[in-house]
């Protein structure tokens, strides 16, 4: 198991850095490369465990996968050329993966079973798996007696030779850019119009990328429309770059408005509308944050580089609605950054991060107060008073990432040596954070430690629960 030590920041934070690619870019791209009528290439990956699971999932159907570094080479079997898998897939930790892929096998002539770690087996599939059923797909999710939803593993029947997919008119409760696209990949095998009215707009990567691959797809304000009735049925091969993942620079633009007179770009981050909620909050704030466009990646994704210049505190602010939608993987580093805001942040709307890697609105609450935050955890959202002076913690993970480096941006702010316990789980979107964070000027180790040991918090214990992507 791996914790970290880190220290008041006593210097301003400054440089360039890169973030990896974004996740839920990632996984798509990799996906419509497996699908493609030959080889892609898919360069700017994320080193994380999340992809690697879409990664391995596709392998093993059959799907041949190089990977280079950030780079994959992957041959690409057409929509009809997936191959039974030689057991179960394991999505590990990755919601996007079991949903995206869920999607994508009902539609197969042949049957698979997803099964997940601990945390993944906790996260509700319900609202996936009854507008899936509603199609005609032969999906099945695990009961449990003390609640009304369904869980993974998720049971996947073949259809038959005489059995096929219909068309779907859904209007989805909450915003799910992951049941969304399960959506739309289910839509390319089916006879009929996909019609997929949400409540606010999710992030539109699936969306994007199905255009710009000549996929009939039409958005009507709330709602996308996929017609398959014109279509070939296919898609050339491409070579696409996946851009900076926007809730991984969120860390390091919390950290430069939480230390002063700190100046950090991060470069080629993805800008696209439906993912800046985090930037737009920045602005209301009163942050010196700029977006220097870089051009297009990936599916027509807007690119920038991102600089803070800390050279006045932030003022709290009030958020919901929409914006909280476009920000939602960013709201543990945004909560980070109103400890040291003057005045109260409240964040509402935000219920979806109750079923996340953990229930990611209490365990923010009890990582807020352990470092000396007055907080108030809602049943939507937060309630933060900014401004305290920050004691040093010694808190746990429980297993979250996003939790993790959020600790470690309020450590730079608390004085003495804050220990986070429990790590490993970073790896799952960013490898090598603490690193990037110490060449900033961070004073962050990271080390090993026995998994048997006594790492009990000293204040403030993070639990453990169980997408956005």
Not at 57 to 85: F, H, K, N, Y
Not at 233 to 240: A, L, M, T, V
Not at 313 to 340: H, K, N, Q, W, Y
Not at 370 to 390: K, P, Y
Request: with cysteine.
């Amino acid at each position: 198991m791996k914790r970290w030590r880190v220290r008041t920041a006593t210097s301003p934070l400054r440089g360039e850095v890169s973030v990896p690619g974004d996740k839920s870019i990632g996984h798509r791209a990799l996906i419509f490369a497996a699908l493609a009528e030959g080889d892609c290439v898919v360069r700017g990956l994320s080193g994380g465990l999340d992809n690697l699971a879409t990664a391995d999932a596709l392998r093993e159907m059959g799907v041949a996968i190089e990977r280079e570094g950030s780079t994959a080479r992957v041959g690409g079997v057409g929509l009809r050329g997936l191959r039974i898998p030689p057991g179960q897939l394991d999505c590990g930790n990755s919601g996007t993966t079991m949903r995206l892929l869920a999607g994508l096998l009902v539609a197969q002539r042949f049957g698979t079973r997803l099964v997940g770690d601990a945390s993944l087996s906790r996260r509700p599939m319900k609202r996936l798996i009854e507008p899936l059923r509603a199609r005609g797909g032969l999906i099945a999710g695990t009961v449990r007696l003390e609640s009304q939803d369904l869980y993974a593993p998720l049971s996947v029947a073949p259809l038959l030779e005489h059995e096929h997919l219909i068309g779907l008119e859904h209007e989805m409760g909450v915003a799910s850019a992951q049941v969304k696209t399960a959506l739309l990949l289910s839509g390319l095998y089916a006879r009929g119009l996909t019609a997929i009215r949400e409540p606010v707009l999710s992030r539109d990567h699936t969306e994007r990328m199905l255009r710009a691959l000549g996929v009939p797809l039409e958005r009507l304000g709330p709602m996308v429309v996929l017609d398959p009735s014109e279509w070939r049925g296919g898609w050339d091969p491409f070579e696409w770059e996946v851009p900076g993942d926007p809730s991984s620079a969120a860390f390091f633009l919390a950290a430069a408005h939480l230390v002063p007179k700190s100046e950090i770009t991060v470069k080629s981050v993805c800008v696209n509308p439906t993912r800046t909620g985090f930037f737009d909050v920045l602005r209301a704030m009163g942050s010196t944050a700029y977006l220097l466009p870089q051009g297009d990646a990936a599916g027509d994704e807007p690119l920038a580089d991102v600089l803070v210049e800390r050279s006045v505190s932030l003022v709290g602010t009030r958020t919901g609605g929409e914006l909280v939608t476009r920000m939602i993987d960013e709201v543990p580093a945004f909560a980070a950054m109103a400890a040291g805001a003057r005045g109260r942040t409240e964040i509402r709307d935000a219920e979806e991060l109750r079923v996340k890697e953990s229930d990611r609105i209490a365990t923010m609450t009890l990582v807020l107060r352990a470092f000396g935050v007055a907080c108030e955890e809602l049943e939507d959202g937060l309630r933060i008073e900014g401004g305290a002076r920050l004691k040093a913690a010694h808190v746990q993970s429980g297993g979250d990432h996003r939790i993790a480096m959020s600790a470690a941006v309020l450590a730079l702010r608390a004085e003495g040596e804050t220990i986070v316990d429990d790590v490993d789980c970073v790896d799952t979107s960013f490898p090598g954070f603490a690193a990037t964070l110490r060449a900033l000027g961070a004073d962050i180790v990271e080390e090993h430690v026995a998994a048997d040991v006594d790492s009990a918090p000293r204040s403030g214990v993070v639990g453990s629960a169980g997408g956005a992507s």
